[in-house]
């Protein structure tokens, strides 16, 4: 019994998130020739430096600097700028943005999501790369099961299906019936490492997520719609984080009108009194 006790890993989500994430930085870094190490250190450091301040500042428990990990790789997979600066700077922000942007005592925008966004509208060498991810057939099939084990240990999967079922429905309406096209036309737009990284990762983050089944359907749903019209009306490479931004603040108005249970990254935790500071993400 004790044995169980001590063991804990992979009882945290985060920790196959963080498994999965490195292995496709790694990935990335071995076979597509990403060899931009310095961004990657200089993200890895103002990510965990700002959560171990803001940590210490309100006294927020030692195994939040997971999520901090798992803010810095997803911001090596997605991010991408000309300056040590604005890599710094987005780690900073997307970190600190959890302790400052909050509502009923949880944050309200994705990390990652926070910092690219900011630097992508504020500084003028930011950009998201869909391209680098290439359009390998195996690679997206290797993403989506690593991905789905993830997603089943943190309940979220629902979010991604609707998101990817609305995308996938109207991609088909438009490319396929439309215009008559090759179907294979259609699923080239799906075998992108960034769309899958997005679907399966970002959209998911159980803390900023709906709380309920039906919120998270409908708030994938509409992420999907708005990635739709944002691509081929918009002509926006970078349409789904734009989307995710619209969609963010409206997960308010769902859980207002949807009533589900606060999600906690560790089961225990849950039957922790009311006066006990929750973990951050």
Same mark, same amino acid.
């Given at each position: 019994?004790?044995? !169980?006790?001590?063991?804990?890993?992979?009882?945290?989500? +985060?920790?196959?998130? @963080?498994? #999965? &994430?490195?292995?496709?930085?790694?990935?990335?870094?071995?076979?597509?020739?990403?060899?931009?190490?310095?961004? *990657?250190?200089? &993200?890895?450091?103002?990510?965990? /430096?700002?959560?171990?301040?803001?940590?210490?500042?309100?006294?927020?428990?030692?195994?939040? %600097?997971?999520?901090?990990?798992?803010?810095?790789?997803? =911001?090596? &997979?997605?991010?991408?700028?000309?300056?040590? #600066?604005?890599?710094?700077?987005?780690?900073?922000?997307? @970190?600190?943005?959890?302790?400052?942007?909050?509502?009923?005592?949880?944050? %309200?925008?994705?990390?990652?999501?926070?910092? %690219?966004?900011?630097?992508?509208?504020?500084?003028?060498?930011?950009?998201?790369?869909?391209? !680098?991810?290439?359009?390998?057939?195996?690679?997206?099939?290797?993403? @989506?099961?690593? $991905?789905?084990?993830?997603?089943?240990?943190?309940? +979220?999967?629902?979010?991604?299906?609707?998101? =990817?079922?609305?995308?996938?429905?109207?991609?088909?309406? +438009?490319?396929?019936?439309?215009?008559?096209?090759?179907?294979?036309?259609?699923?080239? !737009?799906?075998?992108?490492? /960034?769309?899958?990284?997005? $679907?399966?990762?970002?959209?998911?983050?159980?803390?900023?997520?709906? +709380?309920?089944?039906?919120?998270?359907?409908? *708030?994938?749903?509409?992420?999907?719609?708005?990635?739709?019209?944002? /691509?081929?009306?918009?002509?926006?490479?970078? $349409?789904?984080? #734009?989307?995710?931004?619209?969609?963010?603040?409206? /997960?308010? &108005?769902?859980?207002?009108?949807? !009533?589900?249970?606060?999600?906690?990254?560790?089961?225990?935790?849950?039957?922790?009194?009311?006066?006990?500071?929750?973990?951050?993400?």
């Amino acid at each position: 019994m004790e044995s !169980k006790n001590n063991f804990r890993l992979f009882k945290d989500a +985060r920790d196959f998130q @963080i498994l #999965w &994430l490195s292995i496709f930085l790694l990935y990335g870094v071995w076979n597509l020739q990403w060899d931009n190490y310095a961004s *990657y250190g200089v &993200l890895f450091l103002s990510c965990l /430096t700002t959560q171990v301040f803001g940590s210490f500042l309100l006294n927020i428990p030692r195994s939040s %600097i997971k999520s901090a990990v798992i803010t810095a790789l997803g =911001l090596c &997979l997605l991010f991408s700028a000309n300056s040590l #600066w604005t890599y710094a700077l987005c780690g900073v922000l997307a @970190i600190a943005s959890k302790f400052v942007i909050r509502l009923n005592g949880k944050h %309200i925008f994705n990390p990652s999501l926070f910092g %690219i966004v900011f630097c992508l509208l504020f500084t003028n060498d930011a950009w998201v790369s869909p391209g !680098k991810w290439g359009n390998e057939y195996l690679m997206v099939v290797f993403f @989506i099961a690593c $991905a789905l084990l993830v997603l089943l240990k943190v309940g +979220r999967i629902d979010t991604s299906l609707s998101f =990817l079922g609305t995308l996938m429905a109207l991609e088909f309406f +438009r490319t396929c019936i439309y215009f008559n096209d090759n179907i294979w036309v259609f699923l080239q !737009k799906f075998s992108s490492g /960034t769309i899958l990284l997005f $679907a399966f990762f970002m959209i998911t983050d159980p803390m900023t997520t709906p +709380r309920s089944f039906k919120g998270r359907l409908i *708030y994938g749903s509409i992420i999907g719609g708005c990635t739709f019209y944002l /691509t081929n009306w918009m002509q926006a490479y970078d $349409a789904p984080i #734009w989307a995710l931004t619209i969609a963010t603040p409206i /997960t308010i &108005l769902i859980n207002t009108i949807f !009533k589900g249970v606060q999600f906690n990254w560790l089961p225990e935790h849950m039957n922790l009194s009311i006066n006990s500071k929750n973990e951050m993400k």
